[in-house]
């Protein structure tokens, strides 16, 4: 089971970013899958979770600007970033789980990492 995730990169505030959580060996529609990130010197959060059916749930400073899909025929997550901020800069890691009330993580990906600098 390897979860990869891609498209981090350097961005300027108020840009946009797309990260992407490839699967292979593992059927990802049949999980949750969430996007945490972790920024020097504070603990990992979660940032967005997606469940096999669909619904999404997104941490508070990040809703209305980002957006977790899912495409099912390319066995992939996104993470669409938008108006970034200086304090979205982080490692930015994917996992896929079980979301029943609390998810739980069950397999990590390599993080990407994020830098929102002017």
């Known amino acids: 089971v390897q979860l990869q995730a891609s498209g981090g990169g350097l961005v300027q505030p108020g840009g946009s970013l797309r990260l992407s959580c490839a699967a292979s060996g593992i059927t990802l529609r049949y999980y949750a899958v969430a996007w945490f990130r972790q920024a020097p010197g504070k603990e990992r959060e979660q940032v967005a979770v997606?469940?096999?059916?669909?619904?999404?749930k997104y941490e508070d400073s990040v809703k209305g600007r980002f957006t977790i899909s899912r495409d099912n025929a390319r066995n992939t997550v996104y993470l669409q970033m938008n108006n970034l901020k200086l304090e979205d800069t982080a490692v930015y890691y994917c996992?896929?789980?079980?979301?029943?009330?609390?998810?739980?993580?069950?397999?990590w990906g390599l993080g990407t990492q994020v830098t929102v600098s002017s």
């Open positions: 997606i469940s096999s059916n669909g619904g999404t």
């Open positions: 996992s896929s789980g079980i979301a029943t009330g609390t998810y739980v993580p069950l397999q």
